[in-house]
Structure formats: C-alpha cells, structure tokens
C-alpha cells in the first residue's frame, strides 16, 4: 500500500501530515540542484550509477589509449629523419567505410595508421572489387606514390576506425632520396606489403571460405587488439570475394564450434588458439613477414652499384 494510502482518512482525503509532506518534497525538487551529491539526497536517475560511468570511462579510454599509439614504421624512422617527419603529420578522422583513395587517384599524402586499418582493394571494370591487402599501424598507405609514382593501383578505404596520421608525399620523398636508412625501411615494407597481396591471392584461390574467413578475422584481431569486430556476413563475402550463402554457412560452423560469436553486425573471436588452428597457413606466413620488415637487410636498396 502507497504511503498516501496509510495517511487517508474515512473519506479518502488525505490527511494534513501528507499535505505537508508532499508540500516540501515538492519544495524540494524545484529548488536549484548544487554540485555535488550530499547526504540524503536522492540517488542518481537509474542508468547512470557512478560503477557504470567507471565501466564506461575505462573502456573509452583504453580505446583512446589504444589509438594513440605510435605507427612502427614512423618509430622505426631515423631520429634526424623522424625529427624533420613529425612536425609535418597531420591528424584525420575517418568513418568506418570511407573511401581514402580511389583506384587511380592523385596521392598527396601518405597514411599511416595509429589505430585504424585500411583496406587495399582491386577493382574490377565491372565495379566488383576484392581485398588484397590491409594496413595497420605496422604500415602505411602511399609509400608508394612516395618512391615512383603518385598514383594509387587500388582504392583504398576504412576498414576499422581509428587514429591516422598522414604526412605530404613531397617530404617523404626528400627522405628517401636523401636517406639510405628510409629507402631501405621503405623499400623493406613495400616487398612486405607485396609478399601479403601475393599470399592473399594464393589464398582466395586454393583455400576454402571458413579457411579464409579464420585468416582474415586473425588479421583483424591483431589490428584491432582484441576488440569486437564491426561486420556483416555480406561484408565479409564481399572483402573476400565470396558467396554470400558460403559466408554464413562457414560462420555457422566456426560459432557452433566456439571459435567465434555473432550478433547484429558484430563478431568476436572467442578462441583464437582454435582460431589459428582451422586457418590455412597464410596467416602465419604473413605474420612472420610482417614482424621481420622492421630489420631490413643493409643490401635491400644499394646506394651506388659495384
């Protein structure tokens, strides 16, 4: 029974206690509200209880922290180069999607992840395009143009959100003329990057979709550290150049045998031992390239010919 039950009297009215009572709780709630919860006041509306706002701050600013670290191929740069680099990076915002460069554009910049990840595609006359290749902050977008050619070979788009930093095409190309330790980073990374188009080309040809699909979400994974991955079954057939039908059937079987989870446009990897088990070898051929490109061989680019 209602507080205002208990105080009614024979004729349903309320009694002259609860009109007081009601009178200063009204009092109350219109008065201007100060700074600071004190003692006796009424808890904070439902949704926001200060364990929710720890909860909630921690996992912003992980991610915050997560996209603020430095690109390796930026710290991997010589101190004089990296010095004359760093006043000249500029910040840039991306949504989940956006297309960086088309197939054949102009570059004047060069990208390079601090926490996103960009996808390489081919595109095909018919409109129809397949990813190749992805970036994160082990690489960069544009090194390229930055050496020969100022056009992109592929269209370049969002594929996770994060920082980026991008840089003018002209100084990196001060650099690698005028470095021998940039032309060899640089160079190092581009047959990286290469060795990763050629194994993803092997792969979309002789593997099976549940194959390709463990070795794409291993990628991600490391890219996005851990994090739950943004996509649909109809992105996933058309990165990998994939039956639609395929894809879900193949993310049937990986969630039933708990490898992964999917709901509403979301996947997250819930066993990456068994993960990299039922992947093909590519993604491990892959790794291994891209964790040794920081060491390039001192031969990789001859300043003078013997």
């Known amino acids: 029974m209602s507080e205002q039950g208990r105080c009614c009297g024979a004729a349903g009215e309320p009694c002259v ?49 997560r996209d603020l670290r430095s690109n ?12 004359r680099i760093e006043p000249h990076l500029e910040p840039v915002d991306f949504k ?34 397949i990813e190749t290749a992805n970036i994160g902050r082990e690489g960069a ?17 969002v594929q996770l959100e ?30 990286t990057l290469l060795s990763q188009v050629q ?18 979400l291993l990628m991600m994974h490391d890219r996005a550290e851990g994090a739950v991955l943004p996509y649909t079954h109809e992105f996933l057939s058309q990165i990998l150049g994939a039956n639609r039908k395929s894809v879900t059937l193949a993310a049937q079987s990986m969630q039933a045998a708990g490898l992964i989870s999917y709901r509403r446009g979301t996947i997250q990897v819930l066993d990456r031992p068994g993960l ?18 920081l060491q390039p061989p001192t031969t990789a680019v001859r300043s003078q010919l013997q």
């Open 17 to 65: 206690r609860e009109l007081v009572s009601n009178f200063a709780q009204t009092c109350r709630s219109r008065a201007p509200k100060k700074r600071g919860r004190r003692r006796g006041q009424p808890p904070l509306r439902r949704g926001l209880r200060p364990s929710s706002w720890l909860v909630s701050f921690g996992m912003i600013k992980a991610q915050t922290d």
């Open 72 to 83: 390796q191929l930026l710290d991997a740069l010589a101190p004089d180069s990296r010095g």
């Open 96 to 129: 989940l999607g956006a297309v960086v460069c088309e197939a054949g554009g102009h570059l004047r910049h060069a990208y390079f992840p601090r926490g996103s990840v960009l996808s390489l595609l081919t595109v095909l006359e018919n409109g129809d395009a």
């Open 141 to 157: 977008f544009g090194l390229f143009a930055a050496m020969y050619s100022r056009a992109s070979f592929n269209r370049c788009i």
């Open 162 to 191: 994060g920082h980026t930093v991008r840089c003018p095409i002209e100084l990196l190309q001060h650099e690698f003329d005028s470095s021998e330790h940039v032309r060899n980073l640089l160079v190092s990374y581009s047959e």
């Open 199 to 216: 194994q993803t080309v092997a792969c979309n040809a002789m593997h099976s979709t549940e194959e390709r699909i463990c070795r794409w």
């Open 276 to 293: 990299e088990k039922a992947s093909c070898e590519c993604y491990a051929i892959v790794k291994q390239r891209f964790d040794a490109f």
